[in-house]
């Protein structure tokens, strides 16, 4: 059985961060598997997914001060929308996840969430989600 779905993330800033599990965990409920993977895919080159902590609003603080620290804009970018540094961190963060699924459920650790990460907005994005198993 495989299922494929798409949803919308309204971003609101070039560092945003849009806590999706909850979206992503409809999809596989949904999708009536009760094991199997589970992909997350953003088709944009300026934004990223990524599974880091769910407990402490302060980690994608620290993580975009990280990624600035990485990739800072720098006027050599040659880029003409003027947009490389947020190329550069989706590149980084990656466009793709990969998940189990246990039991109906996204197996996930216990602070672990799966967001949505902006770096050019604010923009509508799109998610898709595929759920394979049986």
Same mark, same amino acid.
């Given at each position: 059985?495989?299922?494929?779905?798409?949803?919308?993330?309204?971003?609101?800033?070039?560092?945003?961060?849009?806590?999706?599990?909850?979206?992503?965990?409809?999809?596989?409920? *949904? =999708?009536? @598997?009760?094991?199997?993977?589970?992909?997350?895919? !953003?088709?944009?080159?300026?934004?990223?997914? /990524?599974?880091?902590?769910?407990?402490?609003?302060?980690?994608?603080?620290?993580?975009?001060?990280?990624?600035?620290?990485?990739?800072?804009?720098?006027?050599?970018?040659?880029?003409?929308?003027?947009?490389?540094?947020?190329?550069?961190? *989706? =590149?980084? @963060?990656?466009?793709?996840?990969?998940?189990?699924? !246990?039991?109906?459920?996204?197996?996930?650790? /216990?602070?672990?969430?799966?967001?949505?990460?902006?770096?050019?907005?604010?923009?509508?994005?799109?998610?898709?989600?595929?759920?394979?198993?049986?």
């Amino acid at each position: 059985m495989t299922t494929l779905s798409e949803f919308n993330v309204r971003t609101g800033g070039q560092t945003d961060w849009i806590n999706i599990t909850s979206e992503v965990q409809k999809r596989v409920a *949904s =999708s009536g @598997v009760r094991e199997g993977i589970c992909v997350v895919f !953003t088709p944009h080159t300026t934004a990223a997914v /990524t599974i880091n902590e769910n407990a402490d609003p302060d980690v994608p603080h620290d993580v975009n001060l990280a990624l600035n620290i990485i990739s800072p804009d720098r006027r050599e970018f040659r880029h003409g929308e003027g947009n490389s540094a947020a190329h550069t961190k *989706s =590149s980084v @963060v990656g466009a793709s996840l990969t998940l189990i699924v !246990t039991g109906g459920r996204l197996l996930l650790g /216990t602070w672990q969430g799966i967001w949505f990460n902006e770096y050019d907005g604010p923009r509508t994005r799109k998610v898709n989600v595929r759920v394979m198993g049986e």
